[in-house]
């Protein structure tokens, strides 16, 4: 008889990720996607800001945006402590910044 915790904590193949049938959608891996395009957006803006303190906020939103996407990648696979550690990264860098001024102010 299978042990299906320890199936669970196996947590994959010899990669590190779990087997997944051709197509299958991944949504930490699809929601990674989506946190890098928002990134990519924010650098594209080229905002030119004479705030710093506006300035530094965006960077930290771009950081924990990324740090937030890496999570999810370690996540799949298989890499727990990594992904905490950037969760946790992302979450710090985030409570520091002001979401309405990007919002409102359109960068």
């Known amino acids: 008889m299978n042990d299906i915790w320890s199936d669970i ?7 590190g990720a779990p087997p997944m049938p051709p197509g299958a959608v991944v949504p ?3 929601l990674a996607a989506w946190l890098d ?3 990519d957006s ?3 803006m080229g905002v030119k800001v004479d705030d710093l303190s506006l300035r530094e906020q965006r960077v930290d939103l771009m950081v924990a945006l990324s740090s937030a996407a890496e999570a999810f990648r370690a996540a799949y696979r ?6 905490e550690r950037q ?3 992302a979450l ?4 520091g910044v002001d979401l309405d001024i990007f919002v409102h102010s359109g960068s």
């Open 9 to 15: 904590e196996e947590c994959g193949n010899v990669a």
């Open 92 to 95: 710090a860098l985030l409570s």
């Open 28 to 30: 930490g891996l699809e």
């Open 78 to 83: 298989c890499d727990h402590a990594s992904a």
């Open 87 to 89: 969760l946790r990264s």
């Open 42 to 44: 924010l650098l594209d």
């Open 37 to 39: 395009r928002y990134v």
